[in-house]
């Protein structure tokens, strides 16, 4: 059975602060990893990662994958109030998602 | 250009009954995914349904069901509610049968309370 698993679950921080979000797997048919952000209710894209140590970069947040270690970081860089939100992780063929890092980030 | 849509937004039902949700998906996408999400937890995987035939369930009890119209739109089927099916039922779109090769595009959900 495919398995995701997510660390921290919970993380506050201040304006400014740097933090990194983990994302651990096992799956049977990986084809890709995913990130998405989730703030009220859709969860919205951010990352997907297929190759390892190529990093993806959009503004202020980065990903990258580790294909033999089996496992994958976010980035969020200067962070600010509007990155509050729950980080979701998914791989596998079920997409199957980690329970997500809630992280809040305090003026 | 429309997102994903779902209806209803909320929803509150008792022990026993049914519930049918519904969704549309983004104009062009064949294949729709439906996720449960319980408070605290990530979206757990449904049934995904490409070009109308279903092409993946998860480890859900038969009293769920879907399918899938010819338009693409789909529908989550629920029948005798138990208290534990009080959740965020979420619907994805995207282009291809592949659930995670690519980006899932998400409605803002269906929040069914079972009293």
């Known amino acids: 059975e495919d398995k995701v698993v997510q660390s921290p679950l919970s993380l506050v921080v201040h304006e400014g602060d740097t933090v990194t979000l983990n994302c651990s797997y096992e799956?049977?048919?990986?084809?890709?990893l995913l990130w998405y952000k989730q703030e009220k209710k859709a969860p919205t894209f951010l990352f997907m990662l297929?190759?390892?140590?190529i990093e993806k970069k959009s503004g202020r947040l980065s990903s990258i994958l580790d294909k033999k270690e089996l496992f994958s970081i976010l980035n969020i860089t200067a962070t600010q109030t509007g990155d509050s939100a729950i980080y979701l992780c998914?791989?596998?063929?079920?997409?199957?998602f980690g329970d997500g890092t809630t992280l809040t980030v305090k003026p | 250009d429309a997102g994903v849509t779902q209806s209803p937004t909320h929803l509150i039902k008792t022990r026993g009954q049914h519930v049918t949700l519904r969704c549309s998906p983004i104009?062009?996408?064949?294949?729709v995914s439906w996720y449960q999400q319980v408070l605290g937890q990530g979206p757990q995987f449904i049934f995904q349904?490409?070009?109308?035939?279903e092409r993946g369930r998860g480890n859900f009890p038969d009293r769920f069901s879907a399918r899938q119209f010819p338009n693409y739109s789909s529908e989550l089927n629920v029948n005798a509610l138990l208290l534990g099916d009080s959740a965020l039922y979420l619907c994805?779109?995207?282009w291809g049968q592949g659930r995670s090769t690519g980006e899932l595009f998400f409605g803002e959900g269906s929040r069914l309370t079972v009293l």
């Open positions: 104009s062009g996408h064949k294949s």
């Open positions: 349904y490409y070009e109308k035939e």
């Open positions: 297929t190759s390892s140590g």
């Open positions: 994805a779109s995207s």
């Open positions: 998914a791989v596998g063929g079920k997409s199957t």
């Open positions: 799956v049977t048919n990986f084809r890709s």
